[in-house]
């Protein structure tokens, strides 16, 4: 069975979803936070019956976190659609990996400490690759995949960092990149000092805006300064081959040292 056109959220740490826009396929690639594993490509093969109804002219979203760092997600995508267009949202991958870790804390609250699980071998300076918080900020290596079926003139990168600071410029961006006339703007956001990031709202009437639940927003555990330091100095080449990749610096760099400060809150 064909699927309809959808748009995928690819999260590698935080949502994903799917859109459609008449016969356009659109894809969401998250990188910001961790959730769920949903396949959208299961959801496909089983039928258009599990996604909602769309009307000519409607976007329909299905959102799924772990797209971006499961390896046959591109093929499959690709073979579903291969016009699909792909927004991908990534944030510094030291701050993605205390988030990663602060989500799963507070469900397993006996697990090691982030600084143990962060290392091989501290004492040597050994860092463990293969602990998914930090392998998943490997950027450049789970975009290779996605590069080898789709060209970049299919991808818009979001920096999860303006789209705390400035999230209406951001969505501006995201509107123009689908064709879609600007009616998400700066009237439908309001900041929530509490939680730390922007909540929604709409502005033709007074109603509450509405804010992520209460496990989105925790403070991140303080993490040693020389563990955040040596992340930082270990992320560094595979980031800059990640903006040389995208065609966009994200400048994540200049936030080193503020990264080594105090407590932040989390956007998981």
């Known amino acids: 069975m064909r699927a309809s056109p959808q748009i995928s959220l690819l999260q590698s740490g935080v949502a994903g979803g799917a859109w459609r826009v ?14 769920v594993v949903v396949v959208v490509v299961v959801v496909v093969e089983r039928g258009g019956d599990l996604m909602p109804s769309t009307l000519e002219g409607q976007i329909t979203m299905e959102k799924t976190p772990s797209y971006f760092v499961t390896n046959h ?16 949202v990534v944030r510094n991958p ?7 870790y602060t989500q799963t804390l507070s469900k397993k609250p006996e697990i090691p400490t982030f600084e143990v699980l962060a290392f091989k071998n501290r004492t040597l300076g050994l860092i463990d690759a293969s602990w998914s918080a930090l392998r998943i900020g490997i ?23 303006r789209l705390i600071v400035d999230p209406a410029g951001e969505m501006a961006k995201v509107q ?12 439908h956001f309001y900041f929530n000092k509490t939680k730390g990031f922007p909540c929604l709202k709409k502005p033709e ?24 330091r040596r992340l ?3 992320f560094k080449p595979f980031n800059m081959m990640f903006y040389q990749m995208s065609g966009q610096n994200f400048e994540w760099e200049l936030g080193e040292a503020a990264a080594a400060g105090a407590p932040r809150s989390s956007q998981d």
């Open 22 to 35: 008449g016969g356009m396929v659109v894809v969401v690639v998250v990188v910001v936070v961790v959730v």
């Open 73 to 88: 997600a591109p093929k499959r995508i690709h073979t579903m659609a291969r016009d699909i267009k792909l927004i991908i």
């Open 94 to 100: 030291v701050t993605r990996a205390i988030s990663d």
């Open 139 to 161: 950027y450049a290596l789970h975009l290779e995949s996605w590069m080898q079926y789709f060209p970049l003139a299919q991808m818009h990168f979001v920096s999860g960092e």
């Open 176 to 187: 123009d990149f689908l064709g879609l006339k600007r009616i998400v703007t700066d009237k």
């Open 205 to 228: 009437d007074s109603s509450t805006p509405r804010c992520l639940g209460k496990s989105k927003g925790r403070t991140h555990p303080r993490i040693d300064p020389d563990v955040i």
């Open 232 to 234: 930082h100095k270990f």
